[in-house]
């Protein structure tokens, strides 16, 4: 059973840098990949980006040129950065562990709800 | 990127209905296809995997179908806490995509 509890900043400007970080408790931290998955207020999912346990990652194009995503595996954290924020990235943002082959979010992190206004 | 497109968008039930939600990929996804279950103010929840696979506590009632581009996932007997937004996932091509989500609502 893997349990994920994340934390940073809830309120932002616009132009800012969003920071959060995910600390992964149980389960295989290196028989897992870790993604950020982003919900904005009354919408769908959408998928930021992953990295695996050697700091390999992937990112959504959408988003790429943006974000970083980072692996601390002393502590099995994970953090994601979101440059240059605007009120469109506000939303719910979601760690979330993902089975590496058949692609599926087993385990996720409660959410934390970045809001971003001026 | 896959589009994935869920049907409907949203819908009325009652308790001990059946309902069938229907997901469609743009392209085909063999069985890479995942259900979630998403209540108010909550994380997602992982029901099914890989098209048909059930979850270690998931009820028997949720059963999911499918492969290549149309799947579908079925609530055999509606009970009060399955109320909630769904969503299909396709996991065989990167960006990972979902569906709009489907809300089923008490009638």
């Known amino acids: 059973q893997v349990h994920l509890q994340q934390w940073g900043a809830g309120l932002l400007k616009p132009s800012e840098t969003l920071s959060l970080t995910c600390a992964v408790y149980?389960?295989?931290?290196?028989?897992?990949?870790w993604s950020w998955i982003r919900q904005p207020p009354g919408k769908g999912l959408e998928w930021i980006g992953e990295?695996?346990?050697?700091?390999?990652?992937n990112s959504n194009p959408s988003l790429k040129s943006r974000v970083t995503i980072s692996v601390d595996t002393s502590k099995n954290h994970v953090s994601l950065n979101l440059t240059s924020v605007t009120a469109a990235d506000t939303a719910v943002y979601y760690c979330?562990?993902?089975?590496?082959?058949?692609?599926?979010?087993?385990?996720w992190g409660l959410g934390t709800l970045v809001t971003v206004s001026s | 990127d896959i589009q994935m497109t869920q049907s409907p968008s949203s819908l009325s039930a009652s308790v001990g209905d059946r309902v069938t939600i229907t997901c469609r990929a743009s392209?085909?996804?063999?069985?890479?296809l995942n259900w979630y279950q998403q209540g108010p103010g909550k994380a997602p929840r992982l029901l099914i995997s890989?098209?048909?696979t059930l979850q270690g506590g998931v009820p028997s009632r949720f059963s999911g179908s499918g492969s290549g581009t149309e799947f579908t996932l079925t609530l055999s007997t509606l009970q009060p806490e399955d109320f909630a937004t769904y969503y299909c996932?396709?996991?065989?091509?990167?960006?990972?995509?979902f569906g709009q989500g489907t809300k089923l609502e008490i009638k």
């Open positions: 979330a562990s993902m089975i590496r082959g058949i692609r599926v979010f087993d385990f």
């Open positions: 890989s098209a048909s």
């Open positions: 149980g389960g295989s931290f290196s028989g897992h990949y």
């Open positions: 392209q085909s996804i063999s069985t890479y």
């Open positions: 996932q396709q996991g065989f091509s990167s960006p990972f995509t």
């Open positions: 990295i695996n346990h050697t700091g390999g990652t």
